[in-house]
């Protein structure tokens, strides 16, 4: 066959191949470890013609044409993908003995390697058409060459080759990213909160994620060695907005949920990046699939009836599980065998003035079995310890959790500090060791910009300008509001590690960043250990002026201490129907149900001080999921939305209290009345 009529063949082919392509591909082939490209495509061309079939010509073999092979090396690697398979230009339908097996050899060579780019040229001519021999001008050579589409031809004037082609790779590199790392059932659960209207701006995303359910169930239809190819056609064919959208924040929180986090965690973060100064949801969530799939597993266990939760009672417990009871409280316990001998054992009373301090075990051990009235000193810093006794609402159902008992625990979830829940709501941290924020604009009156800021004992000063750092000390500053419009501002730095902390004085204070109108100051928290210190500046200030509102030492023998302040006042709080400051009675001490009925225990041990009229006025969680048995796990976002669902509504006649986990540091001070009174610090 002349070389005339086999570049006619191979024309007519890439014709074909390019007809309804909107874009080309290349494959990278002869690429070294040190990044030299090798010749490959021509010397795979050139050694497959047959023996004799290159003869020489003058010094080189007749096909050994440089013209030829600029064409070869420039245009070899071009593919198109037909229904998720490479077609290479060598795929051409050729009998001929001599060209063939080149033909051949290069198909199976281009198309065993994967797609790299996107292909696109400078020039709509590739090679040369044909040219007169340097010789002999009798002599005219045709060689391949290939004029290409305006639509694969790039102006370079406006961008570069290599520009357009790190953009469609990282498209195709977004989507198919997300192919693999978003679950179908987390695109149907946000859709579905969509169209409960549970999500934040959620319709805006209703579209795209439309578009991504259907890609995802087609996606896993291609089998897996066509995926790649797959997914170069599709990120073209459905445009940035859908191929990156792993990039973007409904992206982000399907990301989240198919990584396994928590729904109400991932809508959580979702909302604050999406609104982070005026959205702040009002209630877990859940979707009805959910439920759904819950009830089916629960029900197929026999566990459905479980699920009903109520507040613990006197009424419930027995003696087996108690390790102290007042007499009041002991005479409604099961099975008691508390009396009045207590009572008449108070002989030779003594006060103790000095306070004791031992661990829990000591207390638990040689001190609580000979008292007879117990009194706790509810500390500020103990809300966060406030806890709930959860019982089945239905007696003698079998347990959902890990112990033999269907007994469960809630320790206090809810901020009821209004600036800290619009910290929270703006995305703050407001759970680290020491934290300082800022509020103002309350009434709608106050535009200025205040910076929050703490100069640290090494003279370092955190504020506006690092926003979002988390510096060595582990102190940052997570909230800033510029312009507060109609909306009260916030501004929070927290620092969340002690051990990072260098000792010395911390200076919080204010900085007028921009003065633009204002007279109503600014109100200001700090919070350590559990206590909150409030300030109120009402004084009109001026761009460029500082307000320091207090200075906080920290070392590590002594921990926070306030050494200086403008007026503040230490908050008194009324907390579940208890007075902090205060000595409260205590009606029964326990350990958590995990270590009832002398279980040797699953999980982590809590000592659990319920107290008298402490009343959770915040509705717990009814279980959650680190207390079910492991045969659940596999349902774990089911079974937390489920958790949040089964909420425990308030009642008065509640175990409630205070409890402390055997794993964290805390102490509590308590009186003890027995035969003699004492007053001691318990470490746990």
């Keep these: 066959m002349e070389f005339k009529e086999v570049k006619s063949l191979l024309i007519k082919h890439i014709n074909k191949m390019v007809k309804d392509a909107t874009h080309l591909f290349t494959v990278e082939i002869g690429k070294q470890p040190n990044g030299e490209i090798t010749d490959v495509l021509w010397e795979t061309y050139i050694n497959n013609f047959p023996a004799g079939a290159n003869p020489l010509f003058r010094k080189k073999g007749e096909h050994e044409c440089s013209a030829c092979r600029r064409f070869i090396r420039q245009f070899g690697s071009v593919v198109a993908i037909r229904a998720n398979k490479l077609v290479s230009i060598w795929d051409v339908d050729i009998t001929d003995a001599e060209y063939s097996p080149s033909f051949k050899a290069l198909a199976k060579l281009v198309k065993s390697e994967a797609i790299k780019n996107v292909y696109f040229a400078k020039e709509s001519l590739i090679g040369v058409e044909r040219n007169v021999d340097n010789l002999d001008p009798k002599i ?304 709608g009156d106050n535009q200025n910009d205040f910076d929050a800021h703490v100069k640290e004992p090494s003279g370092l000063d955190i504020n506006f300008t690092n926003r979002g750092y988390r510096h060595p000390s582990s102190g940052m500053l997570d909230v800033d509001i510029i312009n507060p419009g109609k909306t009260i501002a916030v501004e929070n730095i927290t620092y969340s590690d002690k051990m990072k902390m260098p000792e010395g004085d911390y200076t919080f204070y204010t900085n007028t960043y921009s003065y633009r109108i204002g007279r109503s100051g600014f109100r200001a928290q700090i919070e350590f250990d559990g206590q909150i210190f409030e300030f109120d500046h009402n004084k009109d200030t001026r761009s460029g002026e500082n307000v320091i509102v207090a200075v906080v030492n920290y070392t590590k023998k002594d921990g926070f201490k306030l050494v200086k302040s403008l007026d503040h006042q230490s908050s008194t709080r009324t907390e579940w129907n208890i007075k902090t400051s205060q000595f409260v009675p205590v009606s029964v001490v326990m350990f958590s149900p995990n270590y009832w009925d002398e279980q040797t225990g699953i999980g982590h041990k809590h000592y659990f001080f319920m107290l008298k009229d402490c009343q959770n006025d915040t509705a717990p969680n009814g279980f959650f999921n680190e207390f079910l048995k492991e045969e659940f796990m596999k349902h774990k976002r089911v079974f937390e939305a489920l958790g949040g669902k089964m909420k425990v509504e308030p009642t008065e006649d509640q175990l409630s209290g205070i409890g402390f986990s055997s794993t964290q540091r805390n102490s509590l001070v308590v009186k003890c009345k027995g035969s003699f009174n004492r007053t001691i610090k318990i470490n746990f």
């Design 140 to 443: 005219k050579w045709e060689h391949y060459a290939y004029t290409l589409p305006s639509r694969f031809v790039l102006n370079t004037r406006t961008t570069s080759i290599e520009a357009e082609q790190a953009k469609y790779r990282d498209s195709k590199n977004c989507y198919q990213r997300a192919m693999v790392e978003i679950t179908r059932d987390s695109i149907e659960t946000v859709l579905e909160l969509i169209a409960q209207k549970s999500l934040y701006k959620g319709e805006e995303h209703k579209a795209i994620l439309e578009k991504l359910l259907r890609l995802n169930k087609e996606y896993a239809k291609v089998p897996e060695k066509e995926r790649d190819n797959y997914a170069w056609v599709k990120s073209i064919e459905v445009g940035e907005a859908v191929s990156r959208v792993r990039n973007h924040l409904i992206g982000m929180l399907l990301v989240e949920i198919s990584s396994g986090t928590e729904l109400d965690e991932a809508v959580r973060k979702y909302e604050a990046a999406a609104a982070p100064a005026n959205y702040k949801r009002p209630k877990a969530i859940f979707t009805k699939k959910m439920i759904e799939d819950a009830e089916k597993t629960l029900v197929d266990a026999g566990l459905l009836e479980s699920l009903k939760r109520r507040h613990a009672t006197l009424d419930d417990i027995t003696v087996n599980n108690i390790l102290f009871s007042n007499k009041d409280a002991g005479k409604r316990i099961k099975g008691s065998i508390f009396d009045d001998m207590k009572e008449e054992s108070g002989v030779n009373v003594k006060t103790l003035s000095k306070v004791e301090e031992v661990t829990i075990e000591d207390f638990l051990k040689n001190i609580l079995p000979n008292v007879t009235d117990l009194e706790a000193l509810i500390e500020n810093k103990h809300v966060s310890n406030l806890v709930s006794l959860i019982a089945p609402a239905v007696k003698d159902v079998p347990s959902l959790f890990k112990w033999h008992n269907g007994f469960s625990w809630a320790y206090n979830g809810n901020i009821t500090d209004s600036m800290k829940e619009r910290v929270k709501a703006a995305g703050g941290n407001v759970e680290g060791v020491l934290r300082f924020s800022i509020q103002w604009n309350e009434n």
